[in-house]
């Protein structure tokens, strides 16, 4: 038994993930986004609300009686449950992310990404279970525990777990690579949507709306996936580098360091803060557009989207259902956004610089909020809509851009702990984005504004984010020479890459089979381009 589970224990360890002279580094790429593009269907969650709020009733809520305390209503079972106590599984999501990764992140680089990876898959899959058996009870504590807290904590593992690997991995082209990774986080929900839909569709009967079945469906083919993912994961031997590249500290960036800062100490760095600041602005800004991106467009523009000059309050219930298809659609364009925002953005930011793209987001982002309102005025939806799609690609390219802004700033050797507690960022943003939105929205409507011009404030006020944002950017500079690791203050772990051999220079061209390549890009690339195609089909209402 000890013999078996020391086997086990070894099989686990970061030392057993150093690659072999043979291998591509064309494999890892794939084995992050198998775990990204499940985990990813965190932000595809609301495709459960409606059915979960009729799961008792099926084809009708029941509602609990008004005076159901709170804690009564965690447990009742014969009483649906309402869409905003479900929508707290979606809080959870984030903050617990945020959370794990800040937590984690410094266990993470020590144990290595399969070990991560599995904890991961363990936490996201097992908290779906949890969430089944909580549906199938008619039990709501046992899904805000379930998907929420356990799956939340496997979203933050699996999110940092593939970025500190691929950096070190992609040294010569760190944006790109972590770009790839965090895209698929993006595409999550274009795949899994979809699929709950279907399966929901497959599983419902007279007494049953089919969820818990299709929670443990999931769960079976993200377990499958995600433990592929993980133990596809390699770790370079120490000092690795690509055949040809120049290391940084030849070249003539001050911007991007070859020394590494100690996790504790970059988080003391006013660097750190700076970039922190930088990140939490971005996506607060983002992500209240994003909230409110289909409401946005219906009220601004109304009747106009069907060829009515009239506007969204005086539409009937049927012209309002067709216009909320066509805002459907926008909400889809506006994920492929997000999506090629990140690897577009991501990439681009290796010849700009990460400090410049970071500055490229704040500027045009600044024309383009402050811009919505006359856009809007002027009753053309595509200046509207190519307008919100570049906000978008941004609000992703800030999420791919960052972890190479890192590695530039603290070196690679704990950039995923780093960028792990970087992450509050996103759970400030997530609580401050909406809120702001949201309650400067019902202020403009009580002060008796129209609907079509109850954002224009708002947008100007995001874009005041941005101006905040841009003068943390400006004021990063590099990273003070006091603050570099040295080798004899590094712990062992981090100077050996925690491989326990010996480092080494390797920059022979990989001998690992291009077939082998091929099929785990395929076995990622075929469903991400199914979600990409279906995306685009509800997208294309746009245009009638």
Same mark, same amino acid.
């Given at each position: 038994?000890?013999?078996?589970?020391?086997?086990?224990?070894?099989?686990?360890?970061?030392?057993?993930?150093?690659?072999?002279?043979?291998?591509?580094?064309?494999?890892?790429?794939?084995?992050?986004?198998?775990?990204?593009?499940?985990?990813?269907?965190?932000?595809?969650?609301?495709?459960?609300?409606?059915?979960?709020?009729?799961?008792?009733?099926?084809?009708?809520?029941?509602?609990?009686?008004?005076?159901?305390?709170?804690?009564?209503?965690?447990?009742?079972?014969?009483?649906?449950?309402?869409?905003?106590?479900?929508?707290?599984?979606?809080?959870?999501?984030?903050?617990?992310?945020?959370?794990?990764?800040?937590?984690?992140?410094?266990?993470?680089?020590?144990?290595?990404?399969?070990?991560?990876?599995?904890?991961?898959?363990?936490?996201?899959?097992?908290?779906?279970?949890?969430?089944?058996?909580?549906?199938?009870?008619?039990?709501?504590?046992?899904?805000?525990?379930?998907?929420?807290?356990?799956?939340?904590?496997?979203?933050?593992?699996?999110?940092?777990?593939?970025?500190?690997?691929?950096?070190?991995?992609?040294?010569?082209?760190?944006?790109?690579?972590?770009?790839?990774?965090?895209?698929?986080?993006?595409?999550?929900?274009?795949?899994?949507?979809?699929?709950?839909?279907?399966?929901?569709?497959?599983?419902?009967?007279?007494?049953?709306?089919?969820?818990?079945?299709?929670?443990?469906?999931?769960?079976?083919?993200?377990?499958?996936?995600?433990?592929?993912?993980?133990?596809?994961?390699?770790?370079?031997?120490?000092?690795?580098?690509?055949?040809?590249?120049?290391?940084?500290?030849?070249?003539?960036?001050?911007?991007?360091?070859?020394?590494?800062?100690?996790?504790?100490?970059?988080?003391?760095?006013?660097?750190?803060?700076?970039?922190?600041?930088?990140?939490?602005?971005?996506?607060?800004?983002?992500?209240?557009?994003?909230?409110?991106?289909?409401?946005?467009?219906?009220?601004?523009?109304?009747?106009?989207?069907?060829?009515?000059?009239?506007?969204?309050?005086?539409?009937?219930?049927?012209?309002?259902?067709?216009?909320?298809?066509?805002?459907?659609?926008?909400?889809?364009?506006?994920?492929?956004?997000?999506?090629?925002?990140?690897?577009?953005?991501?990439?681009?930011?290796?010849?700009?610089?990460?400090?410049?793209?970071?500055?490229?987001?704040?500027?045009?982002?600044?024309?383009?909020?402050?811009?919505?309102?006359?856009?809007?005025?002027?009753?053309?939806?595509?200046?509207?809509?190519?307008?919100?799609?570049?906000?978008?690609?941004?609000?992703?390219?800030?999420?791919?851009?960052?972890?190479?802004?890192?590695?530039?700033?603290?070196?690679?050797?704990?950039?995923?702990?780093?960028?792990?507690?970087?992450?509050?960022?996103?759970?400030?943003?997530?609580?401050?984005?909406?809120?702001?939105?949201?309650?400067?929205?019902?202020?403009?409507? $009580?002060? =008796? %504004? /129209?609907? !079509?011009?109850?954002?224009?404030? +708002?947008?100007?006020?995001? @874009?005041? #984010? *941005?101006?905040?944002?841009?003068?943390?950017?400006?004021?990063?500079?590099?990273?003070?020479?006091?603050?570099?690791?040295?080798?004899?203050?590094?712990?062992?772990?981090?100077?050996?890459?925690?491989?326990?051999?010996?480092?080494?220079?390797?920059?022979?061209?990989?001998?690992?089979?291009?077939?082998?390549?091929?099929?785990?890009?395929? $076995?990622? =690339? %075929? /469903?991400? !381009?199914?979600?990409?195609?279906? +995306?685009?089909?509800?997208? @294309?209402? #746009? *245009?009638?």
């Amino acid at each position: 038994m000890s013999v078996g589970l020391a086997a086990d224990s070894r099989f686990l360890s970061r030392e057993r993930t150093v690659a072999a002279p043979s291998f591509n580094r064309w494999l890892v790429p794939p084995a992050a986004l198998a775990i990204h593009l499940c985990i990813g269907m965190a932000y595809g969650f609301s495709v459960f609300w409606l059915p979960l709020s009729r799961a008792v009733g099926i084809t009708q809520p029941i509602a609990c009686p008004a005076e159901m305390g709170f804690l009564a209503g965690l447990t009742a079972a014969n009483c649906d449950w309402k869409i905003s106590q479900l929508g707290w599984m979606y809080t959870l999501f984030f903050v617990l992310l945020g959370c794990s990764a800040a937590v984690w992140g410094g266990w993470l680089e020590r144990a290595g990404p399969r070990k991560a990876g599995l904890v991961s898959a363990l936490c996201w899959c097992g908290g779906l279970l949890i969430s089944a058996l909580g549906v199938y009870l008619h039990q709501l504590w046992m899904l805000w525990l379930g998907s929420g807290v356990i799956g939340g904590i496997g979203l933050g593992l699996g999110y940092i777990s593939p970025v500190s690997t691929l950096i070190k991995w992609f040294p010569d082209r760190r944006g790109m690579a972590t770009g790839m990774a965090i895209m698929g986080f993006g595409g999550g929900a274009m795949i899994g949507a979809p699929l709950a839909d279907w399966l929901m569709r497959q599983f419902a009967s007279p007494t049953s709306v089919g969820v818990w079945q299709t929670f443990v469906a999931m769960a079976l083919i993200y377990a499958v996936f995600m433990t592929a993912g993980a133990l596809g994961y390699r770790v370079p031997p120490e000092d690795w580098k690509p055949a040809g590249w120049t290391p940084p500290a030849t070249t003539k960036s001050a911007m991007v360091s070859s020394k590494n800062v100690d996790l504790d100490v970059a988080t003391r760095t006013p660097q750190f803060w700076l970039i922190w600041a930088a990140l939490c602005l971005n996506v607060s800004a983002g992500i209240g557009v994003i909230g409110m991106a289909s409401p946005m467009l219906q009220e601004v523009f109304g009747g106009h989207l069907i060829g009515l000059d009239l506007p969204f309050g005086q539409l009937d219930a049927g012209q309002k259902a067709q216009i909320a298809a066509i805002a459907a659609g926008f909400t889809g364009l506006l994920s492929l956004c997000n999506i090629g925002g990140r690897f577009l953005w991501a990439t681009s930011s290796d010849r700009l610089g990460r400090k410049l793209t970071f500055a490229i987001f704040f500027l045009l982002g600044m024309v383009l909020y402050a811009a919505v309102p006359t856009l809007a005025g002027l009753g053309t939806t595509l200046l509207f809509v190519l307008a919100m799609g570049v906000i978008i690609s941004m609000y992703g390219g800030g999420f791919a851009t960052v972890p190479a802004y890192l590695a530039d700033m603290f070196g690679t050797k704990m950039v995923g702990a780093i960028h792990g507690r970087l992450l509050t960022a996103w759970a400030t943003a997530g609580i401050l984005g909406p809120v702001l939105v949201n309650y400067l929205r019902e202020y403009q409507l $009580a002060a =008796g %504004l /129209p609907n !079509a011009q109850a954002y224009n404030q +708002t947008m100007y006020i995001l @874009a005041g #984010l *941005l101006v905040l944002g841009l003068i943390c950017n400006l004021l990063v500079r590099p990273v003070a020479a006091r603050h570099h690791m040295t080798e004899a203050a590094a712990p062992a772990a981090a100077r050996s890459g925690a491989t326990g051999i010996r480092p080494t220079t390797r920059t022979a061209e990989p001998t690992t089979s291009s077939a082998l390549v091929v099929l785990a890009w395929a $076995a990622v =690339g %075929l /469903p991400l !381009a199914a979600g990409v195609l279906i +995306t685009l089909q509800k997208a @294309a209402i #746009l *245009l009638h």
